[in-house]
């Protein structure tokens, strides 16, 4: 499995609750959309507006190339046209998980 990290920069007068609702009630809920994603989850930061990102976001997906082809999808453009209007990406990595990982059990 690959993992994507965006770090996250509110655009200037964006409040933060606004991002976050869009977050919990757009963004994760399009998830069972895209079939390469497997985990998805947003984290904040901080919400100093001088802060030099304010969220990061991992993406796990099955692989790169299929997370490509979910990116042309209808459902994708329409979170990154809702994105764009609050927050740009300031970086972006992306790597291969050493495998297996560690998931406490319950």
Same mark, same amino acid.
């Given at each position: 499995?690959?993992?994507?990290?965006?770090?996250?920069?509110?655009?200037?007068g964006v409040?933060? @609750?606004?991002?976050? #609702?869009?977050?919990?009630?757009?963004?994760? &809920?399009?998830?069972?959309?895209?079939?390469?994603?497997? #985990?998805?989850? $947003?984290?904040?930061?901080?919400?100093?507006?001088?802060?030099?990102f304010h969220?990061?976001?991992?993406?796990? $997906?099955?692989?790169?190339? @299929?997370?490509?082809?979910?990116?042309?999808?209808? &459902?994708?453009?329409?979170? $990154? &046209? @809702?994105?764009?209007?609050?927050?740009? $990406?300031?970086?972006?990595?992306?790597?291969?998980?050493?495998?297996?990982?560690?998931? #406490?059990?319950?």
């Amino acid at each position: 499995m690959d993992v994507i990290i965006h770090r996250i920069r509110l655009h200037d007068g964006v409040d933060p @609750a606004r991002f976050e #609702a869009w977050v919990r009630d757009v963004d994760y &809920a399009t998830c069972p959309l895209l079939p390469s994603v497997r #985990a998805f989850a $947003v984290q904040r930061v901080s919400t100093e507006r001088d802060a030099p990102f304010h969220y990061f976001e991992t993406i796990t $997906v099955s692989t790169l190339d @299929a997370f490509s082809r979910d990116m042309k999808s209808e &459902a994708f453009q329409g979170l $990154v &046209a @809702a994105f764009d209007t609050m927050a740009s $990406v300031v970086e972006e990595m992306s790597g291969e998980r050493v495998e297996p990982g560690y998931v #406490a059990r319950p």
